[in-house]
């Protein structure tokens, strides 16, 4: 178990609908994350959430919008998604980025797109 | 452009030590961490470094030599539970985390 907890696990969704993956840490971790892993690659980072506010966005398409409610959530809105898009999705948190703090990862999100 | 590289897998038996590398040129550097991810889990966190030289926790040891732009993971007296990938990431900038192409280690008995 992961102090860091994403909902769902798994997720199938068609290119018309809209849904949203969540992400929960009580570490009091003031950073959050949002990377796309696919199979036998490594994590990519998508967002960067710092003191609740965005501060990376990698060039992410619109079709991911990121948001972050208080400082102990993190969600990710999907809508459109492209078949491409099917991935593991993974939140991270951290005390709040900055030089040795490790990330910590949750189990992720698998997404397909049908 | 950031290029991080890692030989894609390794093999290695029960109880031996093994070493992966990772080489890295990247237009920052703020530090470079290890994790281990085993296949459909969350990656862990293994080590940091930021100072040339080497840091040793039990039986994992990670080395940096920044001149080299070079690190690398050494695992001793290996366990089947060691079989996993183990990615090596560097930062980049301030929470900007760039991870290198993995490496996938398989013990056997």
């Known amino acids: 178990d992961t102090e860091v907890t994403q909902t769902p696990k798994h997720l199938v969704m068609g290119m018309t609908n809209k849904k949203s993956l969540k992400c929960e840490q009580h570490m009091g971790h003031r950073a959050m994350y949002w990377y796309k892993q696919k199979a036998k690659k490594p994590p990519e980072l998508m967002f960067v959430y710092s003191y609740e506010k965005l501060s990376i966005n990698e060039s992410v398409p619109s079709r991911f919008s990121p948001e972050c409610p208080n400082s102990s959530l993190l969600n990710l809105h999907l809508h459109a998604l492209q078949p491409e898009d099917s991935a593991l999705y993974l939140c991270?948190?951290?005390?709040?980025?900055?030089?040795?703090?490790?990330?910590?990862f949750g189990d992720g999100t698998r997404l397909s797109i049908l | 452009g950031q290029n991080i590289d890692q030989p894609t897998e390794m093999t290695a038996t029960e109880g031996a030590i093994v070493q992966i590398n990772c080489t890295y040129q990247?237009?920052?550097?703020?530090?470079l961490f290890w994790y281990q991810q085993h296949a459909g889990e969350a990656p862990t966190f293994l080590s940091y470094?930021?100072?040339?030289g080497l840091e040793e926790k039990g039986r994992f040891s990670s080395f940096l030599s920044r001149s080299k732009g070079y690190s690398y993971l050494l695992l001793k007296e290996l366990q089947m539970k060691d079989s996993a990938s183990y990615l090596c990431?560097?930062?980049?900038?301030?929470?900007?985390?760039?991870f290198g192409t993995g490496t996938r280690l398989l013990v056997s008995p």
């Open positions: 991270a948190s951290s005390q709040d980025g900055v030089g040795n703090q490790p990330q910590h």
């Open positions: 990431a560097v930062q980049t900038g301030f929470q900007k985390l760039v």
């Open positions: 470094n930021v100072l040339d």
């Open positions: 990247t237009s920052g550097f703020n530090g």
